[in-house]
């Protein structure tokens, strides 16, 4: 039996161009001939993502951070659970596999819930045993975090015109936003500059960023 592949996964707020560098890192890999495969999270086509779909429409409450965190983050888990079900096989047998958004999106939306730093220690230690645990899905080799400004990200969002509960709440976002920093340095991810100053970097140059990154760990775990 091969070993087991590698799990590469890139975090950022909404709007920071996660899906785009995704899928552009994907064919990047594949056009190398690399034996890869893309997933992401949460997976909208799947039942899972049920409770998922009811929580960002508003169902259990206009106010995402009134909505208690324990059970938000349960859905999510729960989605990705059922999902590493498609890819598992895959990804044991030593292929490569990219996920636009994983554990660390759970982590960063809901503990920014929390205001008081025992709470917030707390949640993460839950959550990080549920899911890594628990469920026993995979730690990902490599978590890039694409560092793009919340006022930037804004724009961006109003460009793509449609908003759920999380995205329509500017300041819950900068509180995102500020978990996500947080996450990154305490998890070790790799942290992609995606602006300079008040403008975005172009897609092409972040992605030849990430791309080098993830290079650096395919060579040196040869």
Known sequence: MLGLGKLVV???????????????????????????????????????????????RGDFGGDAEAVNPYAAATFYAVDRFAGYNEWKDFYRS?????????????????????????????????????EFNRFQLPRPDMTIFLDMPPAICAMLRKERGREDIHEADAEYLLKTYNAYKEIAQRYGWRIVDCAVGNFARSTTDIHENILALVEELLINNR
């Open 10 to 56: 890139i975090e950022g707020s909404d709007g920071s161009g996660k899906a785009t560098q995704t899928r552009k890192l994907y064919e990047r890999l594949r056009d190398l001939e690399a034996n890869v495969r893309r997933v992401s999270f949460p997976n909208y086509e799947s039942e899972s993502s049920a409770l998922i779909k009811m929580y960002l």
């Open 94 to 130: 030593g292929g490569l596999v990219l996920s636009d958004r994983y554990v660390g999106s759970n982590m960063a939306y809901q503990v920014a819930k929390f205001i008081r730093e025992r709470d917030r220690e707390e949640f993460l230690s839950w959550l990080d045993d549920l």
